[in-house]
């Protein structure tokens, strides 16, 4: 009977200092050589993950929140955001002095030279400032923006329908079309592979995990996980920096 288990990067494969506990990588290593599939899936572009698939010997993730999804390194499933909408929605954002990262599949630009909110929420992601470029988003494939707003500031969900906003930062939300989700991207892949659901398993921690941790058949929460986030998961292991990997995996019989 074959079986998957989904992987989100930040906070769950990796530490706060983006790095890879050496007990994450055994467990992995033997996951797959017990025959369990594995995959990850994150709110990060592909460019920003061919390292750490290459390091953990995986062909197949779910990108962008679920937006572009790849399988033994072919493309099955994409969801892009409309040039028209992201126009309507820079227009709004820029009258509100919030800037707007764009991101393709193999790069990222900024609707302006600097801003430190960029800068700062970047750098959690060991990533710099975007370099600025005019009208990205009509040029080429958008399947997810980076809105740069806080907590406080942020009204955007009442006035534009066609997105989903995911805050991952206090200055910082994804923005994705309307409906899409690391869960959606799941399903899209499973059904290539012929697994059901109720052998599917994911590893999260943050708000965009929440629907692929309610979606699988088992959903494992981190130590380090947000509140809301374990309580919709079905099993809690240990802090990424705590073998939170080969906990959970023990935990749940895959090792």
Not at 87 to 95: G, N
Not at 116 to 141: A, K, N, V
Not at 145 to 171: M, P, S
């Amino acid at each position: 009977m074959s079986k998957i288990v989904f992987f989100d990067i930040d906070g769950t494969l990796l530490d706060d200092h983006k790095e890879l506990p050496k007990s994450t990588r055994e467990a992995i290593t033997a996951l797959q050589k017990s025959g369990v599939n594995t995959a990850l899936a994150t709110g990060r572009a592909p460019f920003m993950v061919e390292p750490l698939l290459k390091e953990l010997n995986m062909k197949s993730y779910v990108s962008f929140n679920g937006q572009f999804v790849m399988f033994n390194g072919n493309v099955i499933y994409e969801n892009p955001l409309h040039p028209e909408n992201l126009s309507k929605l820079e227009k709004e954002a820029s009258k509100n002095g919030h800037p707007i990262v764009y991101m393709n599949r193999s790069t990222l630009k900024a609707n302006v030279d600097y801003d430190q909110r960029i800068e700062e929420s970047l750098g959690t992601l060991h990533l710099g400032h975007p370099q600025f470029h005019t009208d990205f988003y009509w040029q080429t494939t958008i399947y997810q923006a980076l809105l740069f707003v806080n907590q406080a500031e942020e009204g955007y969900t009442a006035h534009f329908n066609e997105f989903d906003f995911i805050r991952w930062h206090e200055n910082a939300v994804d923005v994705i079309p309307k409906g899409g989700s690391k869960a959606k991207g799941i399903q899209k892949l499973i059904e290539k592979l012929g697994i059901e659901m109720e052998n599917v398993y994911a590893f999260g921690d943050s708000l965009n995990d929440i629907e692929m941790l309610q979606t699988v058949g088992t959903g494992v929460a981190m130590g380090n996980a947000l509140e809301n986030v374990k309580d919709v998961a079905d099993v809690v292991t240990t802090s990424v920096d705590q073998d939170g990997i080969a906990n959970g995996l023990k935990k749940i019989g895959l090792l």
